[in-house]
């Protein structure tokens, strides 16, 4: 079946901008997760998806940065007013969620790569 | 603190060697679980292996083969026989809490000369 998709695959924007990275988990998959790839910081998580909510946003780096999700599948990651600091690759996975436990591995998408200006 | 340290940055070797990529991690939670996700050069990160800490038996995959040891909080991975197209940044992750999210080692880079 289809894996998880990510649009755009690259992104060049201007500093101050916003920006919104989409994500398709692969279907029926209740859990979603955005990370980020980055050469200084490594593969770092952003934000946790069960379902439409998010239980865990610890890894948003600030208010800038929001994500959402509708009807259990497609998720949006949103940064404000971008700064060259957020460059990097913003990597979608999914998996299955059963009973909200750590045990499902997750399945990663290609990632969009942005570059800010 | 939930940490896991991949202490080699890059190794090189010849085609048809034995190689080990090691993996350390620290958690305090006795239930969790490590992944290991492999990152060729097209980039996308792809699933090889996930244990459990109640599971320290090792596991063989055909070349791949892996060594968890909770005694020395190790989670290592061995190819056997490597092949060029075994060139890629190998990751090392936990997952510990409700809701998985995965902390990664800095990844090891390896490269299989022919």
């Known amino acids: 079946g289809a894996g998880v998709s990510q649009s755009p695959s690259n992104k060049v924007t201007e500093k101050g901008k916003d920006v919104e990275l989409r994500c398709d988990p692969i279907s029926g998959h209740t859990a979603l997760y955005w990370y980020r790839q980055s050469l200084g910081q490594g593969l770092e998580f952003l934000i946790y998806?069960?379902?439409?909510?998010?239980?865990?946003k610890s890894g948003l780096p600030s208010d800038r940065f929001s994500a959402e999700r509708t009807g259990g599948s497609v998720s949006t990651l949103t940064i404000q007013r971008t700064q060259q600091e957020d460059s990097a690759v913003y990597l979608c996975a999914s998996s299955l969620g059963r009973y909200y436990t750590q045990k499902d591995e997750q399945y990663f998408g290609p990632g969009t790569r942005l570059t800010v200006t | 603190a939930q940490k896991v340290t991949q202490a080699q940055t890059e190794i090189s070797v010849v085609e048809k060697e034995d190689v080990t990529l090691d993996c350390v991690y620290e958690t305090r939670d006795t239930t969790y679980y490590l992944f290991w996700y492999k990152q060729p050069p097209s980039g996308e990160l792809v699933f090889l292996i996930r244990r459990n800490s109640f599971d320290e038996q090792n596991e063989i995959s055909g070349r791949y083969s892996w060594n968890f040891q909770k005694s020395t909080s190790s989670f290592n991975f061995t190819i056997t026989a490597s092949q060029v197209v075994d060139s890629a940044v190998y990751f090392c992750a936990l997952a510990y809490n409700q809701g998985g999210k995965l902390i990664f080692g800095q990844g090891t880079e390896l490269s299989v000369k022919p």
């Open positions: 998806f069960q379902g439409n909510s998010a239980p865990d």
